[in-house]
């Protein structure tokens, strides 16, 4: 658990603006992998020779590497510098994409997919560099927008690319990424400087394995469930062994100096219940986002369908993704003004909103295009909340990592989404034309539990300790040290004053490791 570095004397405040764009446009360009590949998928088995079952993998890889990218790459991050590690998602991402732009096989593009999730880490990362960069008035708006890069990608990913796909292939789909991910390349040297604050210590070698094979044996099972079945034996044996897994995790962070995840930190009452949040409102944002564009591109006349393209279903979407753009600077108004908790539930309320749009007229396509709307404001307000809570209860070496875990937990509760959407789609049909196809009560029942899950999140928020609107954006992110220190239980204060003192000493093992060393220098000295 590292000590806080010195707090830089003053931010840097020349070309403010080109460092927000080009830290967003960084964000947009991971964030639309989630969903630029949505188009091809449908004609990518006829093309690479394979099932639908393999094809599904160019969607699961991305998904499991991300998971596992997130918190190391933001963990090392605050250890060896923030802009490093922008440029290596950067790379990895041009990369990956250019390796797909080859394909041929499946096997080629799945190893691209993979390189580009790693960069999802790049979110959290760029939000912490407009913590230590930015005047701290600028602060509010500009993670406000990072953050909704999240969800602004995904809304203008199908779009884009099916429009790209159904135009010049699959290999112009991954150019499109490759060439941006060069530019960022160039241009994030130039304008981003590095961050002079740190968190010095060792990698957490052995904490990085055991959390990535955690997270695999949990998002495996997930994604795969509909397919394997969920009361098989490796679908069964895959979260058995995750949940041992994290038993075996949890106690080996708790005894580091130096954890890959600070949990004392993550069980702060403002972080946890943050944390909670974001799990069920990404679970509720993505039942929208998949429920509507399978309700949208189902065959007209039967079942529930409207028979859109892709690439129309896109389209529709659209006015939801270019709200979260406009709403970056209210949300961050609405923080200032009444605190980042105020933002969040007004985020989820908007959310349960846009369902109960949905719900009872299900049929209209009026209705779905207000209350995605309603919602895209919501999920805007939500997404934009929760790094300001994280970054107001962590201390500021702890900023890339607190949010990594964050945008995890985000991507942990998007995933329990797609299996959830998948399982009541096959489970509640009709069978016409010699297929069975979902019912306009599965859609309605996607919606109910997606709604509920807002409703949960949300009412889990109002449990969070009042952001006071005194409390200035200056005094949030620059003069505080330690922000969230006042929500430690006396054990866990004491505590870490003694690990600061072993950091101080140079020492790497947890104080409870050497107790019976301790001992024996205090009988030496006794006996002296």
């Given at each position: 658990?590292?000590?806080?570095?010195a707090l830089p004397r003053f931010r840097r405040t020349t070309n403010v603006r080109t460092i927000i764009l080009v830290l967003s446009l960084c964000g947009l360009t991971v964030s639309l992998q989630?969903?630029?590949?949505?188009?091809?998928?449908?004609?990518?088995?006829?093309?690479?020779?394979?099932?639908?079952?393999?094809?599904?993998?160019?969607?699961?890889?991305?998904?499991?590497?991300?998971?596992?990218?997130?918190?190391?790459?933001?963990?090392?991050?605050?250890?060896?510098?923030?802009?490093?590690?922008?440029?290596l998602c950067l790379g990895l991402v041009t990369v990956g994409s250019l390796i797909g732009a080859v394909g041929g096989s499946l096997a080629v593009i799945l190893l691209g997919r993979a390189l580009?999730?790693?960069?999802?880490?790049?979110?959290?990362?760029?939000?912490?560099?407009?913590?230590?960069?930015?005047?701290?008035?600028?602060?509010?708006?500009?993670?406000?927008?990072?953050?909704?890069?999240?969800?602004?990608?995904?809304?203008?990913?199908?779009?884009?690319?099916?429009?790209?796909?159904?135009?010049?292939?699959?290999?112009?789909?991954?150019?499109?990424?490759?060439?941006?991910?060069?530019?960022?390349?160039?241009?994030?040297?130039?304008?981003?400087?590095?961050?002079?604050?740190?968190?010095?210590?060792?990698?957490?070698?052995?904490?990085?394995?055991?959390?990535?094979?955690?997270?695999?044996?949990?998002?495996?099972?997930?994604?795969?469930?509909?397919?394997?079945?969920?009361?098989?034996?490796?679908?069964?044996?895959?979260?058995?062994?995750?949940?041992?897994?994290?038993?075996?995790?949890?106690?080996?962070?708790?005894?580091?100096?130096?954890?890959?995840?600070?949990?004392?930190?993550?069980?702060?009452?403002?972080?946890?219940?943050?944390?909670?949040?974001?799990?069920?409102?990404?679970?509720?944002?993505?039942?929208?986002?998949?429920?509507?564009?399978?309700?949208?591109?189902?065959?007209?006349?039967?079942?529930?369908?409207?028979?859109?393209?892709?690439?129309?279903?896109?389209?529709?979407?659209?006015?939801?993704?270019?709200?979260?753009?406009?709403?970056?600077?209210?949300?961050?108004?609405?923080?200032?003004?009444?605190?980042?908790?105020?933002?969040?539930?007004?985020?989820?309320?908007?959310?349960?909103?846009?369902?109960?749009?949905?719900?009872?007229?299900?049929?209209?396509?009026?209705?779905?295009?207000?209350?995605?709307?309603v919602m895209g404001s919501g999920i805007a307000l939500a997404y934009a909340a929760m790094p300001t809570l994280i970054m107001r209860s962590v201390p500021v070496t702890e900023t890339a990592s607190?949010?990594?875990?964050?945008?995890?937990?985000?991507?942990?509760?998007?995933?329990?989404?797609?299996?959830?959407?998948?399982?009541?789609?096959?489970?509640?049909?009709?069978?016409?034309?010699?297929?069975?196809?979902?019912?306009?009560?599965?859609?309605?029942?996607?919606?109910?539990?997606?709604?509920?899950?807002?409703?949960?999140?949300?009412?889990?928020?109002?449990?969070?300790?009042?952001?006071?609107?005194?409390?200035?954006?200056?005094?949030?992110?620059?003069?505080?040290?330690?922000?969230?220190?006042?929500?430690?239980?006396?054990?866990?204060?004491?505590?870490?004053?003694?690990?600061?003192?072993?950091?101080?000493?140079?020492?790497?093992?947890?104080?409870?490791?050497?107790?019976?060393?301790?001992?024996?220098?205090?009988?030496?000295?006794?006996?002296?």
């Amino acid at each position: 658990m590292p000590t806080t570095s010195a707090l830089p004397r003053f931010r840097r405040t020349t070309n403010v603006r080109t460092i927000i764009l080009v830290l967003s446009l960084c964000g947009l360009t991971v964030s639309l992998q989630q969903t630029s590949m949505v188009g091809a998928l449908a004609d990518l088995p006829d093309e690479l020779g394979t099932t639908t079952e393999n094809v599904s993998w160019i969607v699961t890889v991305t998904l499991l590497t991300s998971a596992v990218a997130m918190p190391i790459v933001s963990r090392l991050a605050d250890m060896f510098g923030k802009r490093k590690m922008l440029l290596l998602c950067l790379g990895l991402v041009t990369v990956g994409s250019l390796i797909g732009a080859v394909g041929g096989s499946l096997a080629v593009i799945l190893l691209g997919r993979a390189l580009q999730g790693i960069s999802f880490a790049i979110v959290p990362v760029g939000i912490s560099v407009m913590r230590d960069l930015l005047p701290a008035h600028r602060i509010g708006a500009a993670v406000a927008l990072m953050s909704a890069t999240l969800g602004i990608g995904g809304a203008i990913g199908l779009p884009v690319g099916g429009l790209i796909y159904s135009t010049w292939g699959l290999s112009a789909v991954f150019l499109m990424s490759a060439a941006v991910g060069f530019i960022l390349l160039v241009l994030v040297p130039l304008v981003v400087s590095e961050s002079t604050i740190r968190s010095p210590g060792r990698v957490d070698y052995v904490g990085s394995i055991l959390l990535s094979a955690a997270l695999l044996a949990l998002l495996l099972p997930i994604s795969k469930g509909a397919v394997w079945g969920w009361g098989s034996g490796l679908t069964i044996g895959l979260f058995a062994a995750s949940v041992v897994l994290i038993v075996i995790w949890i106690p080996y962070e708790l005894h580091r100096t130096q954890p890959l995840v600070d949990l004392r930190t993550m069980a702060r009452r403002p972080v946890m219940l943050t944390n909670v949040a974001t799990v069920l409102i990404g679970f509720s944002m993505f039942g929208q986002l998949l429920g509507v564009t399978q309700l949208l591109t189902l065959p007209e006349g039967v079942g529930a369908g409207y028979g859109f393209s892709p690439l129309q279903a896109g389209l529709f979407l659209l006015p939801s993704g270019i709200v979260m753009v406009l709403l970056a600077p209210v949300s961050a108004a609405i923080s200032n003004r009444y605190g980042a908790k105020t933002t969040l539930l007004t985020g989820g309320c908007l959310v349960v909103l846009g369902y109960l749009v949905m719900i009872p007229w299900i049929g209209s396509l009026v209705a779905l295009l207000v209350g995605s709307t309603v919602m895209g404001s919501g999920i805007a307000l939500a997404y934009a909340a929760m790094p300001t809570l994280i970054m107001r209860s962590v201390p500021v070496t702890e900023t890339a990592s607190s949010n990594g875990l964050n945008a995890l937990l985000r991507s942990i509760g998007t995933s329990s989404s797609s299996a959830v959407v998948a399982l009541m789609l096959s489970s509640d049909v009709v069978h016409t034309g010699g297929s069975d196809v979902p019912t306009t009560h599965a859609f309605q029942m996607i919606f109910i539990v997606s709604a509920i899950g807002a409703a949960v999140g949300t009412a889990v928020a109002t449990m969070l300790p009042p952001h006071r609107a005194s409390l200035s954006n200056e005094e949030a992110f620059t003069s505080v040290r330690d922000p969230g220190a006042e929500y430690d239980p006396p054990s866990v204060v004491a505590e870490r004053a003694e690990i600061e003192y072993e950091i101080a000493e140079g020492r790497s093992m947890h104080h409870h490791e050497r107790e019976p060393a301790a001992k024996d220098r205090s009988s030496s000295r006794e006996g002296g």
